[in-house]
């Protein structure tokens, strides 16, 4: 995996208008490590004159970049997505993290990492089609941070990580390989039949100093276990199970469920965006497998096919014909 794990993470870049900032995007890229650019309605030359220059030696990036019409397009395969923001104040629930916190956890999954409009960054809509959001501190005399720039310190904090973890699989790797060439070493020059009877001997003399120590009234605390007989430690629990569900399965998860949330009353046209975030902000922070959504999708299904099939009752007098704006709010008397 993590020889990998920079390969598995995308660059999303949403309506870039500058070409030296997807030119020096390009370039940072390649510097640390990571293949995939994907522009979401680039309102630029891409591939023109400006971000050649820019991007010197990482043209190939630029080249092999792939350009969608959306955000959820660009998402199409990814499990994970963390969205960049630049302010603080944002009227947005969820909390903001800071990159070295945030972005190991791409590195574990197929991912995104989505950047905004140099002018406006991402709207609330955008910010919500991802499970994490992160800021990059900055000084309170200049706040905002060029497109590039950002993108720059991500992909560092990125690649730092990575060769974090290849050193430390390394290290484990080399005490592994030497542990088991000593016991190998031991049992190559040692005569077993000496080693049994040496055994025997401290046996011995270790049950004639217990007793001693006991009739004295001293008593050794229990011996600790060998390192091999330890209990081992708690592994804690992964943020994601390992067949989370794709981010396309959630959207169409919540396309189902808003559709029919709308046809019972619980939702309005009006109400319905600022709601809907409500339920995406749920399930993002619940991390669904693919099993799950599917049978979420099939209770929609299902319920869908019941509202078809089954006769309704009569429309109640004391709501005069007409539903709330949100029955699900309404308290009982």
């Known amino acids: 995996m993590i020889a990998t794990a920079l390969a598995n993470i995308r660059i999303v870049l949403v309506e870039p208008?500058?070409?030296?900032?997807?030119?020096?995007?390009?370039?940072?890229m390649k510097n640390m490590g990571?293949?995939?650019?994907?522009?979401?309605?680039?309102?630029?030359?891409?591939?023109?004159?400006?971000?050649r220059l820019m991007a010197v030696r990482a043209a190939d990036i630029l080249e092999t970049a792939k350009v969608v019409e959306s955000l959820p397009a660009a998402l199409v395969g990814c499990v994970r997505a963390i969205a960049t923001t630049g302010d603080d104040s944002r009227s947005h629930p969820m909390p903001l993290e800071s990159p070295a916190d945030?972005?190991?956890?791409?590195?574990?999954?197929?991912?995104?990492?989505?950047?905004?409009?140099?002018?406006?960054?991402?709207?609330?809509?955008?910010?919500?089609?991802?499970?994490?959001?992160?800021?990059?501190?900055s000084s309170d005399a200049y706040t905002s941070l060029n497109l590039a720039q950002a993108v720059a310190i991500c992909c560092y904090e990125l690649y730092r990580e990575e060769?974090?973890?290849?050193?430390?699989?390394?290290?484990?790797?080399?005490?592994?390989?030497?542990?088991?060439s000593n016991m190998r070493d031991v049992t190559d020059v040692t005569d077993?039949?000496?080693?049994?009877?040496?055994?025997?001997n401290v046996r011995d003399a270790t049950d004639v100093t217990e007793r001693k120590k006991q009739s004295q009234g001293i008593f050794s605390p229990s011996p600790p276990l060998p390192l091999s007989q330890s209990p081992p430690l708690p592994i804690p629990p992964s943020p994601n199970p390992p067949n989370s569900a794709t981010l396309e399965n959630l959207e169409g998860y919540y396309e189902q469920l808003e559709g029919l949330l709308l046809k019972i009353g619980y939702l309005q046209p009006h109400t319905a965006a600022s709601r809907m975030e409500k339920f995406r902000r749920l399930y993002n922070r619940a991390y669904p497998t693919v099993d799950e959504v599917s049978m979420l999708r099939g209770v929609i299904r299902q319920t869908e096919w019941g509202l078809k099939s089954y006769p309704r009752s009569p429309v109640s007098d004391t709501l005069d014909g007409a539903l709330p704006e949100n029955p699900g709010d309404i308290q009982p008397e």
Not at 35 to 42: F, M, S
Not at 110 to 116: K, N
Not at 192 to 200: E, L, P, R, W
């Open 17 to 28: 208008a500058g070409p030296l900032n997807v030119g020096s995007v390009a370039r940072v």
């Open 34 to 51: 990571l293949r995939q650019l994907i522009l979401v309605n680039p309102q630029c030359d891409y591939l023109g004159e400006e971000a």
């Open 102 to 137: 945030a972005l190991p956890w791409l590195l574990e999954a197929p991912s995104a990492l989505i950047f905004g409009r140099e002018d406006c960054g991402l709207t609330n809509a955008e910010l919500n089609r991802a499970q994490r959001l992160i800021r990059i501190p």
């Open 163 to 180: 060769g974090r973890r290849k050193k430390e699989e390394g290290r484990r790797k080399k005490e592994e390989s030497s542990a088991t």
């Open 192 to 200: 077993v039949a000496d080693v049994s009877s040496a055994t025997s």
